[in-house]
């Protein structure tokens, strides 16, 4: 590949009235000059790379360090092999496919590999089982299903006398090849398989070796509160382990201060509840003790959920909350009067609505959604009102808000966007809770971790189940590569816990109330991605017979942090399970367009007897004809006939 000055060399020579030409001179002088400026601007960079009006180049003379030196140097004693390997993080420049890239890549992998053979045969040869072990898992974590890694793998075991384990070795390995490259273990592979499996004599170590290596493959986990929280959100009592945003958090209370209306967007899984509710809260009581700060999810009805937060029991709230229910429905400026009427004043009320999109998913009263925004931007609009919103809302959502004209004004005029984390804010959100909870983290294993998460904006919950995962097969108080690759690393983690829990923990007659149960939680995208859907309890069984089946199927799910229950409702942990889950997305699309007739027919039947059986709701036409020839289709169970479908249907035809 060409260096910068060559680049540059080639530019100078270019010349001459050919349109396409001066186009290019013109694009390189803004591509260099947009390089030039980034590294003026790095004090980091500054001493490595040389800049002038044309050229972009390596100072030479700088005093540096390349890792590819590191991992190409040809020492030959343990401790350099040790730290040529190292430095090794996996393929180089992923994603980035030029030839000079791809050779380059290939070479480096190839360097690493040998090197990595080569040591495991030392260790292997010195007896040195747990650090074959520690480096065995390393190198499949950073390989492509290495063989030899896995055959060392099973002979570090067995040499220790876990024979169970070899037998698990040897299963990952097969499924790491089947599903790489599509082959079955060489005869090398399974002949030492076989043999391992097979040999009952005791197996022979140096001296001292089997007390040390026990302890550093079998030391029992030590009880504690784990450091990560899987798939649920960081909350406000959460907020001593939450690293990674704090740049963010500073943001948004640096913006609070003049704007009284915050719209924080992000991507499903970006993190937009945790910063707001683990950073934003805990950050502004600190900055402002003598404020109010409400924190409430919309529901199916908002209204309601408003009135409920804002005045939360007491002897008196029940009657208290139907008045301000009542208030709100009736007047846009309720919530304004109810906030000047409480007394003493205070310098600021903030109400963060998280999961604003609950307002276009779950909420079909099309009044009480209007009502609902009124009221917020009306207080918030009002004279030195003390009222702030903060509304968190997922980016595919954005277009929704476009339904009500203020609302779109107010969300394009006062946002903040929560992209993906840097590679230092990723970082500490790992690290960050490990120290804090006195946990340790295997060298190596957080670069892993990065590799694996890549730019994703969405993959948090992704990455903080893994790690969870990752805990939950500690060895002592240390999170291990090895445990990391048996939990199934960033991508594959939920699905493998999904599945397992599905398959070992709940048999027979449970499992498909496990599939009605995600079904029913499962809000069906409409030109969006698929979201949750929280239910009462009591909706999702088939009569009250059925009900304690239904709890216990929820708690079981609950205990695998699959779902988050209340004393009322249930809800899928988070949208990242209806991404991930191979099993969940195949009930969902199996009868999709079935699940959404039905869901209407529950939505016009809830209506219809809301407003008195009013014969003008009633279906006609081509959307009855639909209606009945669905019904026809599914007949009428004991759950349709709670939801009041059926006799909508009927009384329409």
Same mark, same amino acid.
């Given at each position: 590949m060409p260096?910068?000055?060559?680049?540059?060399?080639?530019?100078r020579?270019c010349?001459?009235?050919?349109?396409?030409?001066?186009?290019?001179r013109?694009?390189?002088?803004?591509a260099l000059?947009?390089?030039?400026?980034?590294?003026e601007?790095?004090h980091?960079a500054?001493?490595?790379?040389l800049t002038d009006?044309?050229?972009?180049?390596f100072?030479a003379?700088?005093d540096?360090w390349?890792?590819t030196?590191?991992?190409?140097?040809n020492g030959?004693s343990?401790?350099?092999?040790?730290?040529?390997l190292a430095?090794?993080?996996?393929?180089l420049?992923p994603?980035?496919y030029?030839?000079w890239?791809?050779l380059e890549?290939e070479r480096?992998?190839?360097?690493?590999?040998?090197?990595?053979?080569?040591?495991?045969?030392?260790l292997v040869e010195?007896?040195r089982?747990p650090?074959?072990?520690?480096?065995s898992?390393?190198?499949?974590?950073?390989?492509?299903?290495?063989e030899?890694?896995?055959?060392a793998l099973m002979?570090?075991?067995?040499?220790?006398?876990?024979?169970?384990?070899?037998?698990?070795?040897?299963q990952?390995?097969?499924?790491?090849?089947f599903?790489?490259?599509g082959?079955e273990p060489?005869?090398?592979t399974?002949?030492?398989y076989?043999?391992l499996?097979?040999?009952?004599?005791?197996?022979?170590t140096?001296?001292?070796?089997?007390d040390?290596a026990v302890?550093?493959?079998d030391?029992?986990?030590?009880?504690?509160?784990?450091?990560?929280?899987?798939?649920?959100?960081?909350?406000?009592?959460?907020?001593?382990?939450?690293?990674?945003?704090e740049?963010?958090?500073a943001r948004?209370?640096?913006r609070?201060?003049?704007?009284?209306?915050?719209?924080?967007?992000?991507?499903?899984?970006s993190?937009?509840?945790?910063?707001v509710?683990?950073?934003?809260?805990?950050?502004?009581?600190?900055?402002?003790r003598e404020?109010?700060?409400?924190?409430?999810t919309?529901?199916?009805?908002?209204?309601e959920?408003?009135?409920?937060t804002?005045?939360?029991?007491?002897?008196?709230?029940?009657?208290?909350?139907?008045a301000?229910?009542?208030?709100l429905?009736?007047?846009?400026?309720?919530?304004r009067?109810f906030?000047?009427?409480r007394g003493?004043?205070?310098e600021?009320?903030?109400?963060v609505?998280?999961?604003?999109?609950e307002?276009?998913?779950?909420s079909?009263?099309?009044?009480?959604?209007?009502a609902?925004?009124d009221?917020?931007?009306a207080?918030t609009a009002?004279?030195?009102?003390?009222?702030c919103?903060?509304?968190a809302?997922?980016?595919?959502?954005y277009?929704?808000?476009?339904q009500?004209?203020r609302?779109r004004e107010?969300?394009?005029q006062?946002?903040?966007?929560?992209?993906?984390?840097?590679?230092?804010?990723?970082?500490?959100?790992?690290?960050?809770?490990?120290?804090?909870g006195?946990?340790t983290l295997?060298?190596?294993?957080?670069?892993?971790?990065?590799?694996?998460?890549?730019?994703?904006?969405?993959?948090?919950p992704?990455l903080s189940?893994?790690?969870?995962e990752?805990w939950?097969r500690?060895?002592?108080?240390?999170?291990?590569?090895?445990?990391?690759?048996a939990?199934g690393?960033?991508q594959?983690?939920?699905?493998q816990?999904?599945?397992?829990?599905?398959?070992?923990?709940?048999?027979g007659a449970?499992?498909?109330i496990?599939?009605r149960?995600?079904?029913?939680?499962t809000?069906?995208?409409?030109?969006?991605?698929?979201t949750?859907?929280r239910?009462?309890?009591?909706?999702?069984?088939?009569?009250?017979a059925?009900?304690?089946a239904?709890r216990?199927?929820?708690?079981?799910?609950a205990?695998a942090?699959l779902?988050?229950?209340d004393e009322?409702?249930?809800?899928?942990?988070h949208?990242?399970?209806?991404r $991930? *889950?191979? %099993? !969940?997305?195949?009930?969902?699309n199996q009868?999709?367009?079935g699940l @959404?007739?039905?869901?209407q /027919? &529950?939505?016009?039947?809830r $209506? *219809?007897a %809301? !407003?008195g059986?009013?014969?003008g709701?009633l279906?006609?036409?081509? @959307?009855l004809e639909?209606? /009945? &020839?669905?019904?026809?289709?599914?007949p009428?169970?004991?759950?349709h006939r709670?939801?009041?479908?059926?006799?909508c249907v009927a009384r329409?035809h």
């Amino acid at each position: 590949m060409p260096g910068p000055r060559t680049v540059a060399r080639s530019w100078r020579a270019c010349s001459g009235p050919k349109p396409r030409k001066t186009n290019a001179r013109s694009n390189l002088r803004h591509a260099l000059w947009r390089i030039r400026k980034t590294i003026e601007s790095d004090h980091h960079a500054a001493p490595y790379l040389l800049t002038d009006e044309l050229a972009v180049s390596f100072n030479a003379g700088a005093d540096f360090w390349l890792d590819t030196a590191i991992l190409t140097h040809n020492g030959e004693s343990l401790q350099d092999q040790l730290s040529a390997l190292a430095v090794y993080r996996g393929e180089l420049l992923p994603g980035f496919y030029d030839d000079w890239a791809t050779l380059e890549r290939e070479r480096l992998e190839s360097v690493f590999q040998h090197k990595m053979q080569r040591l495991l045969d030392r260790l292997v040869e010195e007896r040195r089982w747990p650090d074959v072990l520690e480096w065995s898992e390393r190198w499949v974590a950073l390989g492509h299903a290495p063989e030899p890694g896995y055959r060392a793998l099973m002979l570090a075991h067995a040499e220790l006398g876990n024979r169970a384990r070899v037998a698990q070795v040897y299963q990952r390995c097969r499924e790491a090849l089947f599903n790489d490259l599509g082959v079955e273990p060489s005869a090398t592979t399974r002949r030492l398989y076989e043999r391992l499996r097979q040999d009952e004599s005791e197996p022979t170590t140096a001296p001292g070796a089997p007390d040390v290596a026990v302890r550093a493959e079998d030391e029992p986990p030590v009880p504690g509160e784990p450091p990560f929280l899987g798939l649920h959100y960081f909350d406000e009592a959460d907020a001593d382990r939450f690293f990674g945003r704090e740049r963010l958090t500073a943001r948004l209370l640096g913006r609070l201060r003049t704007e009284p209306f915050l719209a924080v967007i992000g991507a499903s899984g970006s993190g937009k509840s945790s910063v707001v509710r683990a950073g934003l809260v805990p950050a502004l009581r600190h900055a402002r003790r003598e404020a109010q700060v409400h924190v409430l999810t919309p529901t199916a009805h908002p209204l309601e959920a408003l009135a409920a937060t804002l005045l939360p029991g007491g002897p008196r709230g029940g009657a208290e909350r139907v008045a301000l229910l009542d208030e709100l429905s009736r007047d846009p400026h309720g919530l304004r009067r109810f906030l000047g009427q409480r007394g003493r004043p205070v310098e600021r009320v903030l109400l963060v609505v998280d999961q604003f999109e609950e307002v276009f998913t779950l909420s079909d009263d099309a009044f009480e959604r209007e009502a609902f925004v009124d009221n917020l931007l009306a207080a918030t609009a009002a004279p030195e009102t003390p009222l702030c919103v903060v509304m968190a809302l997922r980016a595919d959502f954005y277009a929704h808000c476009a339904q009500h004209a203020r609302l779109r004004e107010m969300v394009a005029q006062h946002q903040e966007y929560v992209g993906a984390m840097s590679g230092t804010e990723l970082r500490r959100a790992v690290e960050g809770p490990a120290e804090h909870g006195g946990w340790t983290l295997e060298p190596g294993l957080v670069n892993v971790l990065l590799r694996d998460v890549g730019e994703e904006p969405g993959v948090l919950p992704l990455l903080s189940h893994a790690l969870l995962e990752t805990w939950q097969r500690r060895r002592g108080r240390r999170l291990t590569l090895a445990g990391y690759a048996a939990a199934g690393g960033v991508q594959g983690a939920i699905a493998q816990t999904a599945e397992s829990v599905f398959a070992q923990r709940l048999r027979g007659a449970q499992q498909p109330i496990v599939r009605r149960i995600f079904v029913e939680l499962t809000e069906l995208g409409e030109g969006t991605q698929d979201t949750r859907r929280r239910r009462a309890v009591p909706e999702l069984a088939r009569g009250a017979a059925e009900e304690p089946a239904i709890r216990a199927v929820l708690h079981v799910l609950a205990e695998a942090r699959l779902v988050t229950l209340d004393e009322q409702t249930a809800e899928v942990a988070h949208e990242a399970l209806i991404r $991930e *889950w191979p %099993r !969940l997305r195949e009930w969902l699309n199996q009868d999709r367009e079935g699940l @959404r007739q039905r869901r209407q /027919l &529950g939505a016009a039947a809830r $209506e *219809w007897a %809301r !407003l008195g059986h009013d014969a003008g709701l009633l279906y006609r036409g081509v @959307r009855l004809e639909q209606a /009945l &020839g669905w019904a026809r289709e599914h007949p009428p169970g004991a759950h349709h006939r709670r939801a009041g479908v059926p006799r909508c249907v009927a009384r329409a035809h």
